[in-house]
């Protein structure tokens, strides 16, 4: 609108697919706000969002968004909401192949005997993986995770970073994942965008640790020497 402030000012942005790519910035700096403006839950007033090789007028329920509370719904059980994705989009229970789908998924997420449990019966750590399988049932090849693992424990938080990658070379999906934790960016990431606060361009870290990434990744060399360059490069005005 005329006369006001631009959240998000002149910035630029390349996923490639198969990526996984983590973007890091101030509070307030428009990260959330830009992943909406992804999803189609927002519209840009200027510029162009494309996607597959062509802009993208009706992204909305074409890609795959998770934001930082499950959102699960409570008065149905971890398997219907694993399942309501195809109810949105079609309007109907989901089907045989769904609902296998769904079953199957549920057992490698660790969750098969807590399909019929409802959300408040589960562990932080269970919730989100629920929330990251409905997010994965919403189809798209590209999934906006915003800070999933934000309110979990230390310990839970290492659990699930080890269980997103397990899963994330099997899946074959593009990623991009908020989050505010330089450790956990470093592990899951092939590159990192640093996004300052008023808008401009991004900066570029390339994370050159090999994959599959192993436990002990975190004590070697090259991880510190990686997370002090990240540091140094948040430590810039622009950036606080």
Not at 64 to 78: A, F, G, I, K, N
Not at 120 to 143: V, Y
Not at 152 to 166: I, N, P, V, Y
Request: glycine letters at 10%; charged letters at 25%; proline letters at 5%.
């Amino acid at each position: 609108m005329s006369g006001r402030t631009p959240i998000i000012d002149h910035l630029s942005l390349k996923v490639h697919q198969g990526e996984f790519v983590s973007l890091i910035g101030p509070s307030g700096c428009g990260k959330s706000t830009l992943f909406r403006l992804i999803a189609g839950l927002l519209e840009p007033t200027d510029g162009v969002i494309s996607w597959t090789g062509g802009e993208v007028s009706k992204r909305l329920g074409a890609i795959s968004y998770m934001p930082q509370q499950d959102l699960l719904l409570p008065w149905r059980t971890v398997r219907d909401n694993c399942l309501l994705p195809w109810e949105l989009k079609k309007n109907r229970a989901g089907g045989p192949e769904q609902l296998a789908f769904v079953t199957d998924m549920l057992e490698r997420f660790g969750l098969g005997r807590w399909a019929d449990a409802y959300p408040h019966e589960l562990s932080g750590g269970m919730r989100q993986r629920a929330a990251f399988l409905r997010t994965l049932a919403a189809g798209g090849d590209l999934m906006l995770l915003d800070e999933p693992f934000g309110a979990l424990d230390a310990l839970t938080k290492r659990e699930m970073h080890h269980w997103l990658l397990s899963l994330w070379g099997e899946l074959q999906r593009t990623i991009l994942f908020i989050t505010h934790d330089l450790e956990e960016a470093l592990l899951l990431s092939d590159r990192i965008l640093l996004m300052p606060r008023g808008g401009g361009a991004l900066e570029e870290i390339i994370v050159d640790l090999p994959r599959p990434r192993q436990p002990g990744v975190h004590a070697t060399a090259r991880f510190l020497e990686l997370r002090m360059e990240l540091e140094q490069r948040l430590t810039g005005d622009v950036f606080r």
